[in-house]
C-alpha cells in the first residue's frame, strides 16, 4: 500500500541501506514455501543512531529554489486529477500512479508494469534528480519505491505535494506537461 512505501522512503531517508518489504499476500508467500514466523523475534536493546538523508527530502524551500534547475526532474503523480488545465508546480511532468498499483493478483503486478513503463517512456536521466509529488505522501511513496525498484537511486519525495505547494498564493504555478501515453 501507499503506507508501506512511504515507511520505505521514511526508513530510507533515515540511512537504513537494506530493506525487504513483503508485498506478496501471505496466502500466496506461504504457497511458495517461504516460512512465516508467527513468534516474535527477540532483539538485543541497543541504541538507534540514525544516518539522516537530507538527499532523500526535498523541502519547500528547496523546491522553490530548485524546481526548474537543469539537473531537476519533477514528477506530479497525482492520480486521475491532472490533465492539461490542472494546476501544478511549473516544469512538473505528470506520471499518474495507477490506482491499483497494490491491489493483491492484480494479474501478476499488471499495473506495477503499467507504471513501470510509463516511467521507461518519460525517460527520466538516471543522473539528474528526480523529484516526486503528488496529492498526498503515500502517493507519491508510492512512485518513490517504483523508481528504487527501477534502479533509481537520486530520488527526493516533496513530502508537501499538491496541498503545501497551492497553500501559498505567491508560488508559482504551472501546469503539468502531459506525456503521450496519460
Do not use: C
Not at 528547496?62 to 492539461?84: K, P
Not at 495507477?98 to 499488471?110: A, D, M
Amino acid at each position: 500500500s501507499g503506507a508501506v512505501a512511504f515507511v520505505f522512503w521514511a526508513l530510507e531517508g533515515l540511512g537504513h541501506e537494506k530493506l525487504h518489504l513483503l508485498i506478496e499476500p501471505l496466502s500466496r508467500t506461504r504457497s511458495q514455501g517461504i516460512p512465516i514466523v508467527k513468534a516474535p523475534t527477540r532483539r538485543v536493546p541497543t541504541v538507534y543512531r540514525p544516518d539522516f538523508r537530507p538527499d532523500r527530502l526535498a523541502e519547500t524551500t528547496w523546491m522553490i529554489a530548485h524546481h526548474n534547475d537543469a539537473d531537476v526532474i519533477v514528477f506530479d503523480v497525482r492520480t486521475g486529477t491532472v490533465t492539461e488545465s490542472s494546476a501544478g508546480i511549473p516544469g512538473a511532468q505528470s506520471l499518474p500512479v495507477p490506482g491499483q498499483l497494490w491491489v493483491p493478483n492484480n494479474r501478476g503486478g499488471q499495473a506495477l508494469n503499467v507504471f513501470a513503463a510509463m516511467v521507461r517512456a518519460a525517460s527520466p536521466d538516471p543522473t539528474k534528480r528526480v523529484v516526486l509529488y503528488g496529492q498526498s505522501a503515500r502517493q507519491a511513496a508510492t512512485a518513490y519505491f517504483v523508481f528504487r525498484l527501477m534502479g533509481y537511486e537520486r530520488l527526493s519525495l516533496y513530502e508537501q505535494g499538491w496541498p503545501g505547494w497551492s497553500a501559498d498564493p505567491t508560488r508559482p504555478v504551472g501546469k503539468p506537461k502531459i506525456q503521450p501515453d496519460n
